[in-house]
């Protein structure tokens, strides 16, 4: 069977995301919940605006690091569901169709779209997006970035070389390390992500 | 439920919306992690920034869904619809039933952030809870028809200490 990445977003969509009684949303050995996307922009780009240069670039680690332990371990915890097994796991013969499906997965969470645009197996993936939040947002109240501002994507991309390439789970976190190397926040066309090895 | 809000999802985009306001999931990983990296400044208060951008994006939604008029004919409907959006977007249970007059005690005995903090960094003796303080700004703020500056939330007991609830102090400024 021929890998569909839209297959793996159908299946994302038709998963139960729901809270329960006591209002929290247990999927994947992870708790979400629904967070408005203008409050992480407005929060973050007013801290990042007030801090430092040297503790801006500390809260990027930390959120970069947060989103990879989210990515990280939410992924695995997809892979290793029954229903992954049973939906996704069958259209799945090689590393970089794991691969592929993990970038996939990543298309359900309404953070904006990620595709791939380079595969190197075990060394390099290059991912983009269009469609970020928080890019325009930042032009808009702050104008051109000097950085690049989707700590998400960045951790993203990283995480699942880490979980298709890295030692077994746990121990691969961090094997890969990801840059954003274009943001449509500094004026570039996509934002553009690269993960190699550390 | 009385109001379930809808959910919008465009597949082709990667874009979620609740009653079209974007909004995406994150894990408790990102949202604690966030707390964790604001809290780490100490030379301004990120937290009250946070609180506060919490209120204003709460407080947008609201103006939408929790105005009192001919569909919600009371403070009270009002806050219960407040406690099932709270649910609903996965943030824990809240009572928000004795704010009637706009100040008094809230309470939550199910909280999201307690849970994910308690599963990365374990217990501490400072609330976590901030988030919900934004929330009750905002949820007062749309059914008064005051400022979410007009009202001062002060988490004053918290489970992640070992409290039996989260209790928010809620005072008219």
Partial sequence: MAFDPKKVIEWGMSLPLMSNERGIMAAFGIYAAMNFNEFFF?????????????????????????VLDCAYYTFHGARTSVDWQDYIAPMIETKEDELMAL?????????????????????????????????????EEFGIQKRGRCYMFSACTAACMDLVYGPVFPKGIGTFKAEEVLCIAKGD?????????? | MDYIPKIRFEADKNLLYMDDIPISLHCHYFNCGLINAIEAIDYFDGIDIYIHEAAKCFYEYFKRILVVDDEISSIEKALKRAEDIYRFMGYGRIDLSKLITGEGIATSDSSYFVVGWLAIYGKRDKPVCHLTRGFIKAVLATIFKKDIRDFNVIEIQCMISNAQNCKFKVSRI
């Avoid at chain 1, 993936?125 to 928080?134: F, I, R, S």
């Fill in chain 1, 42 to 66: 407005s929060t973050v780009s007013k801290i990042m605006h007030m801090a430092t240069e040297e503790d801006a670039v500390e809260v990027e680690k930390k959120l970069y690091n947060a």
């Fill in chain 1, 103 to 139: 970038v996939a997965f990543t298309n359900i969470f309404g953070v904006g779209y990620i595709e791939v645009v380079e595969l190197i197996p075990g060394q390099r993936l290059v991912t983009e997006v269009k469609n970020a939040y928080d890019p325009p947002r930042y032009i």
């Fill in chain 1, 189 to 198: 066309p996509v934002c553009r992500f690269v993960a190699t090895l550390k």
